[in-house]
C-alpha cells in the first residue's frame, strides 16, 4: 500500500508558509528562464538605488566630514595609516577599516566629494543586492521588494548621502556578508570582525544569527550556541570600546546624558515606535529631530515601553498561528537598534534620541515585515487583484524613490543642512549655532552672530555657542567682547580646548604673549593632539625670540598634519630669524607644494634666495607673490632691493614707491627710496621721503644726515 503524499499545506506547517530554508542549504539551480529574470531583477534594483540617489554624488562635504576627511591628518601619510590603527584616540572613533578606506580615497582623488559620495552609493546598492540574497535564501517573501524599501527609503539618505556615514554602509555590507556565508564559522567570523572594525554597532550579529536558527528550527542547540560565543565576546568588546571612546573622546558625557536607567528605558520606548512612523510615513525627515522631554513622573511616557514589550508577547503567543517570521523581524529591528536606544551614551543624545542613520540596518527588519505582510496579502487576492497590488507596490517603490533624490539634496552642503533643518526643527540650538559659526566663516558675521545669539536663547549654559560668538566678535576687531564670551564659555567648561586656543589667540594678537601662552599651554594638555595650537603658541614663542622653542612646537605641528603650509611657513620663518637660510628653503618649498598660490611664502622663499645670492630664483619667486598679490608691500619692497643689488634704480625705485602706497609708515623704505632717488639726481623728491621717514622715526641720524645734505 502506497504511503499518502503529504498535502502543501502539511508540507508548509500550520501556518501555511514554506518554511525557511537554512543558510547552510544552498539553493538549486535555477532554470535558465529563472536566471534571466534573476539578472533582470537584480539589475532593476541597482539601477533604481543609482537613480534614487544620483543627486548625492553633487554632494560636498557636510558637519564632522572634516574631523573624518578633510581636516583629517592621518589620511595623508603611511604614518597616519598606521596611527588609524594602532592609536585609538588618533581619529573620532576607533573603527580603523573605516577610516582605511577613506586613507585610501584621499591617495586616490584628494579632497574631491565626488569619489567618496559615489563609493558610499556603490556601498550601499551592494548591500541591497546582498539583503536581497539572504532573504531569498531564507525564503521570506517579497524579498526582493525587501531589499528595494531598504534601497530606496528616504530614511536612508543620512547614511549614504553623509560622506562620515560611510561606516553605516562598510559595516552593513561586512554583516549582511557574514550572515551570507554562515555557518561556515571562519569566513563569518572574519567578516564580522571587518563589520565590528568598521562599526561596532554590529555587535549585535551573533544574536542575529541565533534569531535565525531559533526561526529555521524552532530550538538552538548546544553547538550553534557555543559557536557563537566567541562572536559574542569579540562583539562585546569592541562595543566597549566605542562606549569608553564617545564617553571619553567624543564627549558624550555631561548633563545631557545625566538620565536615570528609568528615563533611557521611557527614551528606548519611544525610539522603538518612532521609526516604524517614520518608515510608514517618511514626512519632515531631518538631520536633527527634536529632543524629547523625558519625565519619569509622567504616566503616559509608560505607554511607549509597554506597547513595545506588549507586541513582542503578542506575536511570541501567536507564533503558532502566524508562525515565528513576524516575530524574528520584530525582534531582529529592536536588538540591532538596541545600541542606539539610550541605554548607552552616544554625542548625538545632545541636541536629539533619534536620527535617520541610526535606523540603517534596523530598517531590515521593518521592511521584511512589509514586504512579508505585504506578499501573504497580494497572494489571498484574486488575478486582478494581485495586478492591483503589484501595481501599488510599484507607485510606492516611485514614490520612495522621488522622496529620497529629494532628501539627497539636504545634504549639498552646509548651507542645505542647516536651513532645512531648521526650517522643521525651528528650536534646535544646534543647527542654530553650527549655521552661525558657518555663516562667521563665509564673512556674514552679522548674520551669523543673530544664529548665535538665538542658539543662546535656546541652550544658555552653552560654552560652543559662546565660543562662536567670541570668533564673530574677533572678526569685528571687538576684541574686549570676544574675551568675554571666550571666558564665558570657558566658566561654562573649564576643559574646554578650542575656547583656550581661540582666546589665546586674541590675546596674542593684543600682544598680551605671556597670557596668550599659559592659553596655549592649557589647550595643549587638554588635546596634545592639536597642530593649529602648536602652531599658533610657536608663533607667540617667536614673538619672545624663544626660537628654538618654537621651532619644536612648528615641528610638532607638522608630525601631526604633515600637510599644513601655515606650519611649514612660520617654521621657514624661525630658522630665518636664526640666520639658518639653508634650513629655511626647505620648509618654504613645502610649505609651495601644499599651497602654490601662498603669496607670504613666495615673498619670504625670494628674500631667502637672494640672501643666497641666488637672484634669478629670487625674482621669480617675488614676482610671482606680486601676482598673486598686486598691492604686498613687503615683495615690493623685497624685489627693490635685489634690484637695487643689480644696479636697476628705476625698476628699484618704481617698486618702493608701490610699496608705500600699501605700507605708507615704513621709515626705512622712505630713506631707502630717498637714497635710490639722490642718485638718480631727484634731489626734490628726495627731500620728501627723507622728511616721511624723520617724521616716522625723529632719532634715524642717516636721514637727518641725508636732508641736511640735500639742503
Known amino acids: 500500500m502506497k504511503r499518502p503524499r503529504p498535502s502543501r499545506r502539511d508540507e508548509r506547517g500550520r501556518s501555511g508558509r514554506r518554511p525557511p530554508r537554512r543558510l547552510d542549504q544552498r539553493p538549486t539551480a535555477a532554470p535558465t528562464g529563472d536566471r534571466v529574470r534573476v539578472v533582470a531583477a537584480a539589475m532593476l534594483l541597482v539601477a533604481l538605488t543609482l537613480a534614487?540617489?544620483?543627486?548625492?554624488?553633487?554632494?560636498?562635504?557636510?558637519?564632522?566630514?572634516?574631523?573624518?576627511?578633510?581636516?583629517?591628518?592621518?589620511?595623508?601619510?603611511?604614518?597616519?595609516?598606521?596611527?588609524?590603527?594602532?592609536?585609538?584616540?588618533?581619529?573620532?572613533?576607533?573603527?580603523?577599516?573605516?577610516?582605511?578606506?577613506?586613507?585610501?580615497?584621499?591617495?586616490?582623488?584628494?579632497?574631491?566629494?565626488?569619489?567618496?559620495?559615489?563609493?558610499?552609493?556603490?556601498?550601499?546598492?551592494?548591500?541591497?543586492l546582498l539583503l536581497w540574497l539572504v532573504l531569498v535564501r531564507l525564503r521570506v517573501p517579497g524579498a526582493w521588494v525587501a531589499a528595494a524599501l531598504f534601497a530606496l527609503h528616504p530614511m536612508q539618505v543620512e547614511s549614504v548621502a553623509w560622506v562620515c556615514e560611510r561606516k553605516n554602509v562598510l559595516s552593513g555590507m561586512f554583516a549582511l556578508?557574514?550572515?551570507?556565508?554562515?555557518?561556515?564559522?571562519?569566513?563569518?567570523?572574519?567578516?564580522?570582525?571587518?563589520?565590528?572594525?568598521?562599526?561596532?554597532?554590529?555587535?549585535?550579529?551573533?544574536?542575529?544569527?541565533?534569531?535565525?536558527?531559533?526561526?529555521?528550527?524552532?530550538?538552538?542547540?548546544?553547538?550553534?550556541?557555543?559557536?557563537?560565543?566567541?562572536?559574542?565576546?569579540?562583539?562585546?568588546?569592541?562595543?566597549?570600546?566605542?562606549?569608553?571612546?564617545?564617553?571619553?573622546?567624543?564627549?558624550?558625557?555631561?548633563?545631557?546624558?545625566?538620565?536615570?536607567l528609568v528615563e533611557r528605558a521611557l527614551v528606548a520606548g519611544r525610539a522603538l515606535w518612532f521609526y516604524p512612523r517614520k518608515f510608514l510615513w517618511p514626512g519632515a525627515l531631518t538631520f536633527m529631530y527634536p529632543r524629547w522631554s523625558v519625565d519619569a513622573r509622567v504616566w503616559w511616557q509608560y505607554l511607549f515601553p509597554a506597547a513595545a514589550v506588549a507586541v513582542i508577547v503578542v506575536?511570541?503567543?501567536?507564533?503558532?498561528?502566524?508562525?515565528?517570521?513576524?516575530?524574528?523581524?520584530?525582534?531582529?529591528?529592536?536588538?540591532?537598534?538596541?545600541?542606539?536606544?539610550?541605554?548607552?551614551?552616544?554625542?548625538?543624545?545632545?541636541?536629539?534620541?533619534?536620527?535617520?542613520?541610526?535606523?540603517?540596518?534596523?530598517?531590515i527588519g521593518l521592511a521584511a515585515l512589509a514586504s512579508a505582510g505585504g506578499s501573504d496579502v497580494v497572494q489571498r487576492l484574486s488575478l486582478e487583484g494581485r495586478r492591483?497590488?503589484?501595481?501599488?507596490?510599484?507607485?510606492?517603490?516611485?514614490?520612495?524613490?522621488?522622496?529620497?533624490?529629494?532628501?539627497?539634496?539636504?545634504?549639498?552642503?552646509?548651507?542645505?543642512?542647516?536651513?532645512?533643518?531648521?526650517?522643521?526643527?525651528?528650536?534646535?540650538?544646534?543647527?542654530?549655532?553650527?549655521?552661525?559659526?558657518?555663516?562667521?566663516?563665509?564673512?556674514?558675521?552679522?548674520?551669523?552672530?543673530?544664529?548665535?545669539?538665538?542658539?543662546?536663547?535656546l541652550k544658555p549654559n552653552n560654552p560652543e555657542a559662546e565660543n562662536d560668538l567670541a570668533v564673530a566678535f574677533d572678526m569685528q576687531g571687538q576684541h574686549d567682547d570676544a574675551i568675554t564670551h571666550y571666558m564665558q564659555a570657558l566658566r561654562l567648561n573649564p576643559d574646554y580646548p578650542n575656547a583656550h586656543y581661540n582666546l589665546a589667540d586674541t590675546l596674542r594678537t593684543l600682544g598680551k604673549t605671556d597670557d596668550a601662552i599659559v592659553h596655549y599651554l592649557r589647550a595643549l594638555r587638554l588635546k596634545p593632539r592639536y597642530p593649529e595650537a602648536h602652531n599658533s603658541l610657536g608663533l607667540a614663542l617667536a614673538g619672545q625670540r624663544k626660537f628654538e622653542e618654537a621651532i619644536a612646537h612648528y615641528t610638532e605641528a607638522l608630525r601631526l598634519n604633515p600637510e599644513y603650509p601655515e606650519a611649514y611657513y612660520n617654521l621657514g620663518n624661525a630658522f630665518r630669524a636664526q640666520g639658518k637660510v639653508e634650513d629655511a628653503i626647505t620648509p618654504y618649498a613645502a610649505a609651495l607644494r601644499l599651497r602654490p598660490g601662498y603669496a607670504e611664502v613666495h615673498n619670504n622663499l625670494g628674500a631667502a634666495l637672494a640672501a643666497q645670492g641666488r637672484t634669478a630664483d629670487a625674482r621669480a619667486h617675488l614676482e610671482q607673490a606680486l601676482r598673486l598679490k598686486p598691492n604686498?608691500?613687503?615683495?615690493?619692497?623685497?624685489?627693490?632691493?635685489?634690484?637695487?643689488?643689480?644696479?636697476?634704480?628705476?625698476?628699484?625705485?618704481?617698486?618702493?614707491?608701490?610699496?608705500?602706497?600699501?605700507?605708507?609708515e615704513y621709515a626705512e623704505a622712505h630713506k631707502t627710496l630717498g637714497s635710490l632717488l639722490v642718485e638718480q639726481g631727484r634731489g626734490a623728491e628726495a627731500i620728501a621721503q627723507f622728511e616721511a621717514a624723520l617724521q616716522l622715526k625723529p632719532d634715524d641720524a642717516e636721514a637727518r644726515q641725508q636732508l641736511d645734505r640735500l639742503r
Open 315 to 363: 506575536l511570541h503567543v501567536a507564533r503558532r498561528k502566524i508562525g515565528r517570521g513576524p516575530l524574528v523581524a520584530t525582534l531582529y529591528y529592536a536588538g540591532s537598534l538596541t545600541p542606539a536606544l539610550g541605554f548607552f551614551n552616544v554625542f548625538p543624545m545632545r541636541y536629539s534620541f533619534v536620527a535617520d542613520h541610526f535606523a540603517y540596518l534596523p530598517m
Open 52 to 128: 534614487a540617489y544620483a543627486p548625492a554624488l553633487q554632494a560636498g562635504f557636510i558637519w564632522d566630514d572634516d574631523s573624518y576627511v578633510t581636516a583629517n591628518p592621518t589620511l595623508q601619510t603611511l604614518d597616519g595609516l598606521r596611527r588609524i590603527w594602532l592609536e585609538p584616540g588618533a581619529v573620532p572613533q576607533y573603527y580603523p577599516l573605516t577610516f582605511t578606506s577613506f586613507w585610501i580615497e584621499h591617495h586616490l582623488w584628494g579632497l574631491q566629494p565626488l569619489g567618496y559620495h559615489l563609493t558610499n552609493v556603490l556601498l550601499h546598492t551592494l548591500n541591497a
Open 632 to 664: 604686498y608691500a613687503e615683495a615690493h619692497f623685497n624685489l627693490g632691493a635685489m634690484l637695487i643689488g643689480e644696479r636697476r634704480l628705476g625698476e628699484a625705485t618704481a617698486h618702493f614707491m608701490a610699496g608705500l602706497e600699501t605700507r605708507p
Open 177 to 260: 556578508s557574514a550572515i551570507l556565508v554562515w555557518p561556515r564559522f571562519l569566513p563569518a567570523a572574519v567578516l564580522f570582525g571587518c563589520a565590528l572594525l568598521s562599526k561596532s554597532v554590529t555587535c549585535s550579529l551573533p544574536a542575529v544569527l541565533l534569531l535565525i536558527v531559533w526561526w529555521q528550527q524552532g530550538a538552538i542547540d548546544r553547538r550553534t550556541a557555543w559557536r557563537v560565543v566567541p562572536l559574542f565576546v569579540v562583539g562585546l568588546g569592541m562595543a566597549s570600546v566605542t562606549i569608553w571612546m564617545e564617553e571619553h573622546h567624543v564627549g558624550a558625557a555631561g548633563e545631557e546624558w545625566a538620565l536615570s
Open 388 to 457: 492591483l497590488g503589484y501595481g501599488a507596490c510599484a507607485v510606492v517603490l516611485l514614490v520612495l524613490s522621488l522622496l529620497t533624490a529629494h532628501q539627497c539634496g539636504i545634504y549639498r552642503d552646509l548651507h542645505s543642512l542647516w536651513t532645512d533643518t531648521l526650517a522643521k526643527n525651528p528650536d534646535c540650538w544646534m543647527a542654530h549655532n553650527n549655521l552661525g559659526a558657518m555663516l562667521v566663516k563665509e564673512g556674514a558675521v552679522d548674520d551669523g552672530i543673530a544664529h548665535l545669539t538665538q542658539a543662546l536663547l
